[in-house]
T-cell receptor
């Protein structure tokens, strides 16, 4: 399998639930990213991992918890979310930083009820 | 500071019309990279093109063409003879560094609707 794969494609969760989003890449890339895309604020960078180490956290609330167990996998653990967290969550990877561009997954459409 | 501005929020055209999507960027670096991505309704951002700051040659790929002008800090994207399948949100992006801190800076996107 090639490219960046995200699961699930759609997720509906209650505010008290705990769920996780998964991202997987088989491109040999060293960096992985989580983006949030909502109608009000398109493409907000949430987290950056480089060689499995978190190198950026853009003031994201603690109810979002990323995990990068290896260079091919990235998770976003969700707990006690709010309705305003409903958005498209996109994962991306790159060989090293941004100069080569990113390869994006198809995203997870999250609805918090 | 780096910044990418896509002033056109939404554009609507009729099939077969030509359309140009504008992108203006700001950076103090002399070496940088510019990108265009397409996001169809399915959600995935699809890479279209990458240019470095030392290559000002315009590029054409089928119905797509890009005009890079350093003098005006612009990297505009033209679709010739638009088709319904071109309907998507298009993002312009900028990066000036490699390594872990060289993140892409995205514009807010331009939503293109092509009507039959």
């Amino acid at each position: 399998e090639t490219g960046v794969t995200q699961t699930p494609r759609h997720l509906v969760m209650g505010m008290t639930n705990k769920k996780s989003l998964k991202c997987e890449q088989h491109l040999g890339h060293n960096a992985m990213y989580w983006y949030k895309q909502s109608a009000k604020k398109p493409l907000e960078l949430m987290f950056v991992y480089s060689l499995e180490e978190r190198v950026e956290n853009n003031s994201v609330p603690s109810r979002f918890s990323p995990e990068c167990p290896n260079s091919s996998h990235l998770f976003l653990h969700l707990h006690t979310l709010q309705p305003e967290d409903s958005a498209l969550y996109l994962c991306a990877s790159s060989p090293s930083g941004g100069i080569y561009g990113y390869t994006f997954g198809s995203g997870t459409r999250l609805t918090v009820v | 500071a780096q910044k990418v501005t896509q002033a056109q929020t939404e554009i609507s055209v009729v099939e077969k019309e030509d359309v140009t999507l504008d992108c203006v960027y700001e950076t103090r670096d002399t070496t940088y990279y510019l990108f265009w991505y397409k996001q169809p309704p399915s959600g995935e951002l699809v890479f279209l093109i990458r240019r470095n700051s030392f290559d000002e040659q315009n590029e054409i790929s089928g119905r797509y063409s890009w005009n890079f002008q350093k003098s005006t800090s612009s990297f505009n994207f033209t679709i010739t003879a638009s088709q319904v399948v071109d309907s998507a949100v298009y993002f312009c992006a900028l990066s000036n560094r490699g390594g872990s801190q060289g993140n892409l800076i995205f514009g807010k996107g331009t939503k293109l609707s092509v009507k039959p």
